[in-house]
Nanobody, 123 residues
């Protein structure tokens, strides 16, 4: 499966963005999926995942503000982000996993990665 992110941009704190990850070569419905992010000088961190059972996990830093979902009809993974903060600024990556169940957010589960889309939140 090939993944391509879109929807990044620059917003002010408190604003919203919707990130999309279009899949090609296979269906998102047969993968567990996730969003990760990496800020300059920092390690990559998990943001949100949704596994084959539909179970969602969120990093504590984004709970209540971000929502992950799959649009099987559009073959797309979505991340709705609201109440954005400057600390959300990062390159955001989507990823796909062959695992049915994701017990926690860990990049080690994921095999397929997109190229990323930049999100910048100004104060």
């Amino acid at each position: 499966v090939q993944l391509g992110e879109s929807g990044g941009g620059s917003v002010q704190a408190g604003g919203s963005l919707k990130l999309s990850c279009a899949a090609s070569g296979d269906s998102v419905s047969v993968y567990s999926m996730g969003w990760f992010r990496q800020a300059p000088g920092k390690e990559r961190e998990g943001v949100a995942t949704i596994d084959r059972h539909g179970t969602r996990e969120y990093a504590d830093s984004v709970k209540g503000r971000f929502t992950i979902s799959k649009d099987n009809a559009e073959n797309t993974l979505i991340l709705h982000m609201k109440s954005l903060k400057p600390e959300d600024t990062a390159m955001y990556y989507c990823a796909a996993s062959d695992h049915w169940t994701l017990y926690y957010i860990d990049a080690g589960y994921f095999t397929y990665w997109g190229q990323g889309t930049q999100v910048t939140v100004s104060s």
